[in-house]
């Protein structure tokens, strides 16, 4: 089974967005991943619509959009219009999972939902069937370049037997953060199919080189 790269461009050169967006376009990554943030969810702020709207310009490529905000239900019709492919909501920041899962659909959108490292798999077991993409999150949530947590092969795994006994063979596992070569094999052979990748792509010497072998694994 062939996996899915998307590098976020949270560790993108902000002041070159357009060659950044280029490259990817140009790469082996098939999707981009854009981590929205709000400074309440978590302790940092990247980057809102307007920065999006530029972005989806540009790109040629699926957008996979990573909501770190809360109440994220206000702005799913925003994203939808915004061009967005995938939408990831936290579990943490929804109080009606279920409704905000079937809204994302409804948009016309592939729904997400991410986990902190703290939340155990078993609290999507009942929306299992309402989801795309369930995105781990291999770090706290906010900033990039931070190192991977270990316990994330066990989720991973935790994960993949829960979708399957569930009957959702179709969702994605998504990986988030501190992914590079020296995981990337691990997590796949663990049960994940998406992976996303900021430092280790755009702060490489050659993020062509990088994305191409984080493809070709
Ligand atoms: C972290 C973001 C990640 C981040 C990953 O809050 O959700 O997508 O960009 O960055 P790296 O790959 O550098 O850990
Ligand atoms: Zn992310």
Redesign the pocket.
């Known amino acids: 089974m062939s996996h899915i790269l998307a590098p976020?461009l949270?560790?993108a050169d902000f002041a070159n967005l357009q060659r950044d967006v280029e490259l990817v376009n140009a790469s082996a990554a098939q999707w981009f991943?854009l981590?929205v943030?709000d400074g309440v969810f978590?302790p940092?702020i990247s980057f809102g619509m307007p920065v999006m709207e530029a972005i989806a310009r540009h790109a040629t490529k699926p957008l996979d959009v990573?909501l770190?905000i809360v109440d994220p239900d206000r702005y799913i019709q925003t994203f939808a219009d915004l061009g967005a492919d995938v939408l990831t909501v936290h579990a943490e920041a929804c109080t009606h999972l279920h409704r905000t899962l079937g809204a994302i659909r409804s948009a016309g959108m592939k729904a997400g939902v991410a986990l902190n490292p703290h939340t155990p798999v078993e609290s999507i077991r009942d929306v299992a069937k309402d989801l795309d993409l369930v995105c781990l999150?291999s770090?706290?949530?906010?900033?990039?370049?931070?190192s991977f947590i270990e316990r994330t092969y066990a989720k991973t795994r935790a994960l993949r037997t829960l979708l399957t006994e569930e009957g959702a063979v179709e969702a994605h596992i998504e990986i988030?953060?501190?992914?590079?070569l020296g995981n990337a094999k691990a997590l796949l052979e663990a049960g994940a199919d998406v992976l996303?990748?900021?430092?280790?792509v755009f702060?490489a010497s050659d993020p062509m080189r990088a994305a191409h072998d984080l493809v070709h694994l």
């Open positions: 976020s949270l560790a991943h981590d943030m978590v940092n990573h770190m999150m770090v706290n949530p906010g900033f990039g370049g931070q988030d953060g501190g992914v590079g996303v990748a900021g430092s280790s702060r």
